[in-house]
Structure formats: structure tokens, C-alpha cells
């Protein structure tokens, strides 16, 4: 009986299964309502568990057209530890077009772990040091990919990617000539100026085959130098900087001479450096030569007037840019100063006596006098002409303002 029971028992419960499940399938919800709560409730669990989730939030050129990228956790939970791991956590990729350009870990780009806060953000600038991903100028597509190997499971799968175009136009110097012009003794005097963002890298200093500098006397090359010869300080590694050279100012062969002349210079005519723009080396500029006189005295008679009892009062004067040299004052025997009245010549002094006091050795320099010669008559009407250096002891830069005449009556 026992082992009849056993069997039945048996029997039973697997009769009651069965009507159990058929019962399950034919007579509604009722009785499956529990159960399907139960996994709702479990589903509900697992969809609103705390995860991290990864997002390119910026891709920006900055200086020297480098690529700063900045990431962000816009998850409800921190990065774990394992998403930092430097061997297999979180990996980075950039492209430049379809081409890679450079991978990196999580750990590397984000090592103060900021990302371990729900919408904390963390920057890098993408291989500043590496000269082979250098942007280069022009318009680029740039494409970031964050945990592209998918090491850290994130609330939102679809949005690690960003893409976007960047304009590159690299920081270059950019050198001109801003000015040629005239000195004293028609000497030419170039700037040349950086306008550029960047400075004159060292190459250009280069005294064998850095930038170098050529001036042209219309179609003729006129002297050429290197640009180290010009800007010995390096003034042009700053942008802005200008540097301004006297050009040769001790070849002869170099002297502009009189004359309105067509003078040409160009600034790196070689293309030794790399600038922002090629296309505005060149300045030309007519430049009027009219060289200095040598300097020289310039002996006038500045002043004639008859006194009250009509003897003559002169002042002689030395207008020019150099004295009277002592040895004119040797001549004492040779009539410096002359007079006349009207065609009658009344006699003449030396150059020591007309000047005792050696005035007219000063440029700027005068002496006053008073004649009375013997064949003088005083009384009635004069045209009294005065003379100064008729024989021509002293050099003058104009021998054509010697004299003066004064047309006075006189009564005593």
C-alpha cells in the first residue's frame, strides 16, 4: 500500500501540473497576473540601473591649429576603474577625413578621473608635440570617437561619435617692406616689418640660405643682403616687430646720386620662409636725390644807409654754412670790399680790414663799417654801390649775391 500511495501521490501531482498549465492556456489572466508582474517589475529594475555615458562634446581648432577635444559623462553614474585601465579600458580615436589620426586611452586624456562624476567633463589637446598629426591649412573633417572599443557599458551606446569641419590657417609670419626712404646725403633707409600672427623662425636668420633681401635702381639689381645682416637683434620673431637698415652706407658704388630714381626692394625674394601670405614682399617708390652741398661761406652786403653828416654805413654779413677760412685774411694787399657811386669807383679795403674782429669766420657772422672816401662827395644825390669780394679770395656756394646798392641824397 505504502508503495501504491507513493505511486499515486506521484500520479497526482503530475496530473495537477498538467491541468495546472492546460488551465493556464484556456481560462484567462487571472491566473498568470502574478508572474507577469513580477517580470515587469525585474525588466523595470535592470532599464533604470545607474550607468555612465560618454559623449564628444567638443572638437575646436585653437593655436597653431592644434585640436583641442573635451569629453563628457552625461550618464547617472561615474566611469569605473576598469574604463581607466591603460592596457584594454576606454580607448579614443580621431580621423581626419577617413584617415586615423591618433588613438589614445581614456587614462591619458582624462588622468584626474573627472570623468568619474555624472556630467563631469575632461579636455585634451589632441598630440600637441606630434609633428605627423599637424593639421595642416585648409578645411578638414574631423571625427572623434569616444570608448570606440566599447570597454565601458553606458546607458546610451549610439552617441560617442562627433564630427565636424575645421578650418586650419597655421600661425605665419608674414614679412613686407613698410618704407624706403631718403637720408641725409641720399642715403636709402628700408623697413621691413612682420605683419604676420608667428615670428621669423631661426632658419630665415640663416647667414648662408635664410631669407635675404635684394633692392633694384629701376631694372638694375642694386645690392642684396641676408636677412640676418639686417635684423642682427631677431627683431622680426615677434609679430608686429619692425627692423629698418641703412642700405650700404659705405659702398660707392651704391651712391643713388642726383636725380628721381625708381627703387625697388624685395623682402625673402628666395622663399626661405613660409608665410601667410607670398604675395606682398615687394614695395617700389620713386625717390628725388638732390645731393648736400658742400659747405661753404656766402659773403653779402646786408645793409647801406648815409648817416646824418652822409659818410656810408654798411654791414657785411656771411650767410652760408662754413666760415671764411683764416688763410683769406693773408690777402692785405687786395681789395676785399669795393665802393663805388653810381660808375665811380671810389677805392677798396682788404678783407682784415673790413673784418679786425674776424667775424665773418662763424657762419651767421657779421661786421658793421663806415666809409669815407677820399674822392666822396657827400652832399647831393648817390646811387652808392657796395661790393664784396670782387677778386674772389673766398669760395662761396653763390657768387652772384656779392653786391648792393643804395640810391639816397644826401644833405648834410
Same mark, same amino acid.
Given at each position: 500500500?505504502?508503495?501504491?500511495?507513493?505511486?499515486?501521490?506521484?500520479?497526482?501531482?503530475?496530473?495537477?501540473?498538467?491541468?495546472?498549465?492546460?488551465?493556464?492556456?484556456?481560462?484567462?489572466?487571472?491566473?498568470?497576473?502574478?508572474?507577469?508582474?513580477?517580470?515587469?517589475?525585474?525588466?523595470?529594475?535592470?532599464?533604470?540601473?545607474?550607468?555612465?555615458?560618454?559623449?564628444?562634446?567638443?572638437?575646436?581648432?585653437?593655436?597653431?591649429?592644434?585640436?583641442?577635444?573635451?569629453?563628457?559623462?552625461?550618464?547617472?553614474?561615474?566611469?569605473?576603474?576598469?574604463?581607466?585601465?591603460?592596457?584594454?579600458?576606454?580607448?579614443?580615436?580621431?580621423?581626419?577625413?577617413?584617415?586615423?589620426?591618433?588613438?589614445?586611452?581614456?587614462?591619458?586624456?582624462?588622468?584626474?578621473?573627472?570623468?568619474?562624476?555624472?556630467?563631469?567633463? !575632461?579636455?585634451?589637446?589632441?598630440?600637441?608635440?606630434?609633428?605627423?598629426?599637424?593639421?595642416?591649412?585648409?578645411?578638414?573633417?574631423?571625427?572623434?570617437?569616444?570608448?570606440?572599443?566599447?570597454?565601458?557599458?553606458?546607458?546610451?551606446?549610439?552617441?560617442?561619435?562627433?564630427?565636424?569641419?575645421?578650418?586650419?590657417?597655421?600661425?605665419?609670419?608674414?614679412?613686407?617692406?613698410?618704407?624706403?626712404?631718403?637720408?641725409?646725403?641720399?642715403?636709402?633707409?628700408?623697413?621691413?616689418?612682420?605683419?604676420?600672427?608667428?615670428?621669423?623662425?631661426?632658419?630665415?636668420?640663416?647667414?648662408?640660405?635664410?631669407?635675404?633681401?635684394?633692392?633694384?635702381?629701376?631694372?638694375?639689381?642694386?645690392?642684396?643682403?641676408?636677412?640676418? !645682416?639686417?635684423?642682427?637683434?631677431?627683431?622680426?620673431?615677434?609679430?608686429?616687430?619692425?627692423?629698418?637698415?641703412?642700405?650700404?652706407?659705405?659702398?660707392?658704388?651704391?651712391?643713388?646720386? !642726383?636725380?628721381?630714381?625708381?627703387?625697388?626692394?624685395?623682402?625673402?625674394?628666395?622663399?626661405?620662409?613660409?608665410?601667410?601670405?607670398?604675395?606682398?614682399?615687394?614695395?617700389?617708390?620713386?625717390?628725388?636725390?638732390?645731393?648736400?652741398?658742400?659747405?661753404?661761406?656766402?659773403?653779402?652786403?646786408?645793409?647801406?644807409?648815409?648817416?646824418?653828416?652822409?659818410?656810408?654805413?654798411?654791414?657785411?654779413?656771411?650767410?652760408?654754412? !662754413?666760415?671764411?677760412?683764416?688763410?683769406?685774411?693773408?690777402?692785405?694787399?687786395?681789395?676785399?670790399?669795393?665802393?663805388?657811386?653810381?660808375?665811380?669807383?671810389?677805392?677798396?679795403?682788404?678783407?682784415?680790414?673790413?673784418?679786425?674782429?674776424?667775424?665773418?669766420?662763424?657762419?651767421?657772422?657779421?661786421?658793421?663799417?663806415?666809409?669815407?672816401?677820399?674822392?666822396?662827395?657827400?652832399?647831393?644825390?648817390?646811387?652808392?654801390?657796395?661790393?664784396?669780394?670782387?677778386?674772389?679770395?673766398?669760395?662761396?656756394?653763390?657768387?652772384?649775391?656779392?653786391?648792393?646798392?643804395?640810391?639816397?641824397?644826401?644833405?648834410?
Amino acid at each position: 500500500m505504502k508503495r501504491i500511495s507513493k505511486f499515486m501521490s506521484t500520479t497526482v501531482s503530475v496530473v495537477c501540473l498538467s491541468m495546472l498549465f492546460t488551465g493556464a492556456a484556456h481560462s484567462g489572466p487571472r491566473k498568470v497576473e502574478k508572474p507577469l508582474k513580477q517580470v515587469m517589475k525585474s525588466r523595470q529594475i535592470i532599464h533604470r540601473a545607474k550607468l555612465p555615458d560618454l559623449i564628444v562634446q567638443n572638437i575646436k581648432l585653437i593655436k597653431d591649429c592644434k585640436i583641442k577635444v573635451t569629453i563628457k559623462n552625461v550618464g547617472t553614474a561615474g566611469v569605473p576603474d576598469s574604463g581607466y585601465d591603460m592596457q584594454k579600458g576606454a580607448s579614443i580615436q580621431m580621423y581626419k577625413g577617413s584617415q586615423p589620426w591618433g588613438g589614445i586611452r581614456l587614462g591619458a586624456v582624462d588622468t584626474a578621473k573627472k570623468l568619474k562624476q555624472p556630467g563631469g567633463t !575632461a579636455s585634451y589637446i589632441w598630440f600637441p608635440g606630434a609633428a605627423n598629426l599637424d593639421l595642416g591649412a585648409g578645411m578638414h573633417s574631423i571625427k572623434l570617437i569616444v570608448d570606440n572599443n566599447n570597454a565601458v557599458i553606458e546607458s546610451k551606446e549610439t552617441n560617442n561619435t562627433l564630427t565636424r569641419r575645421l578650418g586650419c590657417k597655421p600661425s605665419q609670419p608674414d614679412l613686407i617692406v613698410q618704407d624706403i626712404k631718403l637720408i641725409k646725403d641720399c642715403k636709402i633707409k628700408v623697413t621691413i616689418k612682420n605683419i604676420g600672427t608667428a615670428g621669423v623662425p631661426d632658419s630665415g636668420y640663416n647667414m648662408q640660405n635664410g631669407a635675404s633681401i635684394q633692392m633694384y635702381k629701376g631694372s638694375k639689381p642694386w645690392g642684396g643682403i641676408r636677412l640676418g !645682416a639686417v635684423d642682427t637683434a631677431k627683431k622680426l620673431k615677434q609679430p608686429g616687430a619692425t627692423v629698418s637698415y641703412i642700405w650700404f652706407p659705405g659702398a660707392a658704388n651704391l651712391d643713388l646720386g !642726383a636725380g628721381t630714381h625708381s627703387i625697388k626692394l624685395v623682402v625673402d625674394n628666395n622663399n626661405a620662409v613660409i608665410e601667410s601670405n607670398e604675395t606682398n614682399n615687394t614695395l617700389t617708390k620713386r625717390l628725388g636725390c638732390k645731393p648736400e652741398q658742400p659747405k661753404k661761406p656766402d659773403l653779402i652786403v646786408s645793409n647801406i644807409k648815409l648817416t646824418s653828416n652822409c659818410m656810408i654805413s654798411y654791414t657785411i654779413k656771411n650767410i652760408g654754412t !662754413a666760415g671764411v677760412p683764416a688763410s683769406a685774411y693773408n690777402n692785405t694787399n687786395k681789395q676785399f670790399l669795393q665802393f663805388y657811386d653810381g660808375t665811380k669807383f671810389m677805392g677798396g679795403i682788404s678783407l682784415k680790414a673790413s673784418d679786425p674782429y674776424n667775424h665773418l669766420q662763424s657762419p651767421g657772422g657779421s661786421e658793421f663799417g663806415t666809409a669815407n672816401p677820399g674822392n666822396y662827395t657827400p652832399e647831393g644825390p648817390h646811387s652808392i654801390k657796395i661790393v664784396v669780394d670782387t677778386i674772389n679770395i673766398v669760395d662761396e656756394t653763390n657768387e652772384n649775391n656779392n653786391n648792393r646798392i643804395l640810391n639816397q641824397t644826401c644833405t648834410p
